[in-house]
């Protein structure tokens, strides 16, 4: 089992920035490709971005491609999404998931952890 945690959520204007971070706990967090999804109300949850086991490659939405970062200290066991330029639009629940894929998948279901979820709401 692994256990994840969000923090860093909260209420921003257009254009700021906001860092979520995800900690891990439970087994070997490098054994795992990790991803951040959000959902919206009334919406299906969506991919964000994805990042490898070492943390070599990334996998990101066509929608915030140049505004969100994610990365991974894996001394740490955190996974973290820089978020920049945000848009009302970016507004949704926002979930870190990991997965034993060797890839950085854009697939909800190949995830198989998750953590409960931190809200990111933008005014406009």
């Known amino acids: 089992q692994v256990q994840l945690v969000e923090s860093g959520g909260g209420l921003v204007q257009t254009g700021d920035s906001l860092r979520l971070s995800c900690a891990a706990s439970?087994?070997?967090?490098?054994?795992?490709?990790m991803g951040w999804f959000r959902q919206a109300p009334g919406k299906e949850r969506e991919f964000v971005a994805a990042i490898t086991r070492s943390g070599g490659s990334t996998l990101y939405a066509d929608s915030v491609k140049g505004r969100f970062t994610i990365s991974r200290d894996n001394a740490k066991n955190t996974v973290s999404l820089q978020m920049n330029k945000l848009r009302p639009e970016d507004t949704a629940v926002y979930y870190c998931?990991?997965?034993?894929?060797?890839?950085?998948?854009?697939?909800?279901?190949?995830?198989?952890?998750w953590g409960q979820g931190t809200q990111v709401t933008v005014s406009s």
């Open positions: 439970g087994r070997t967090f490098s054994n795992y490709a």
């Open positions: 998931a990991g997965g034993r894929k060797l890839y950085a998948s854009g697939s909800l279901y190949e995830y198989d952890y």
